[in-house]
């Protein structure tokens, strides 16, 4: 029956539309919330000592180690689309506790300090980078992909989704607390090969984790590249940039179905700031071609407001660099 069926658009593992008895809810969740309480205590009991460890291991001044920390922390944060989280964030993990613990890979070390090798510190650094592009790789991803375990138009699965984020930063704290608490104890005073294997540990869990949920996931269909959409917006207003926009927005072109022609998505309501992108939404003549309408002449409401919407979170980043540019 249709009632026992997702009325967003997701499916299942096998590509079917998604069963609101067997798929999705809490039931899904569990594995989702399990796998970034490991991998956050696995990235934190890795991160949060990781100065002291160059210093120590690697011989590293305190200046040096620091910003080496701080550069890699900010690759951390700007690999969103590259690498596989299994791939590179595990193998990675594991070749770090090689670094610390295999003879060879780990430096000498005596009562005068560690005198590491050129290819030692290659190594580690390299296994440093693999975990920067495994958790960018699904550090964007996996809250968006707890909230799509309930669908936005069932009211008390909706209600549901708010509870979600609670609990899934409730997972990352938790492994946040227990990894700058116990796990920089066992660094420091049982051994570097401990405290980095029981993160690299860890980060099997969350693989193990996540994948074992997968009969029991939603799928959201892929809806295109938004950066693509978002270029689209732009040139489309540009080239119209001497055309008026009417005053009535509905007369603003949008597709006339009642679901967005960005599969997965909504449509968004039309708002009355940043008028001027609306100017990609005025047609005109010449925006059919043959029949059919080029997306970088003419867009839709929504890809407009999608554009919109960025704009108007850019200030909070731009608000975070001025900050930290003053510390």
């Not at 569990?30 to 291991?57: D, H, K, P, W």
């Not at 209600?159 to 984020?165: A, I």
């Not at 892929?222 to 040139?235: C, E, Y």
């Not at 071609?289 to 909070?316: A, F, H, M, N, Y």
């Amino acid at each position: 029956m249709a009632e026992d069926y997702t009325r967003d658009g997701t499916v299942d593992s096998h590509n079917n539309p998604a069963n609101k008895n067997k798929t999705g809810k809490w039931k899904a969740c569990r594995f989702i919330l399990g796998n970034e309480c490991c991998e956050r205590l696995a990235y934190y009991g890795m991160s949060t000592n990781l100065v002291n460890y160059l210093q120590i291991r690697l011989n590293q001044g305190n200046v040096t180690a620091s910003n080496n920390v701080t550069n890699w922390s900010g690759t951390c944060y700007i690999t969103p689309l590259i690498g596989a989280f299994l791939a590179d964030a595990y193998l990675g993990m594991t070749l770090l506790t090689m670094t610390a613990s295999v003879e060879g890979l780990n430096p000498s070390c005596d009562e005068n300090g560690c005198d590491p090798t050129k290819p030692q510190v290659v190594v580690c650094f390299l296994a440093l980078y693999l975990i920067a592009l495994g958790t960018g790789g699904i550090k964007p991803c996996v809250s968006s992909f707890g909230a799509d375990q309930f669908d936005a138009n069932d009211e008390a699965e909706k209600k549901k989704k708010s509870s979600f984020f609670n609990w899934f930063y409730l997972s990352i704290n938790v492994g946040a607390l227990v990894a700058s608490s116990i796990l920089v104890w066992i660094q420091m005073n049982v051994g570097w090969g401990w405290g980095f294997g029981i993160p690299a540990v860890a980060m099997f869990i969350a693989v193990g984790s996540f994948f074992s949920g997968s009969r029991l996931y939603r799928f959201q269909k892929p809806g295109g590249s938004p950066i693509t959409r978002i270029f689209q917006v732009l040139v489309a207003s540009m080239r119209k940039s001497q055309v008026k926009v009417p005053d009535d927005k509905t007369l603003l072109y949008e597709t006339t179905d009642a679901e967005s022609n960005i599969k997965g998505s909504c449509k968004l309501e039309h708002s009355k700031t940043l008028r001027f992108f609306d100017k990609a939404a005025v047609e005109v003549e010449g925006d059919h071609v043959q029949g059919l309408i080029s997306p970088w002449k003419l867009c839709t409401v929504t890809q407009v407001e999608e554009l919109k919407s960025i704009v108007r979170l850019l200030p909070i980043p731009s608000a975070s660099l001025h900050h930290r540019s003053n510390c």
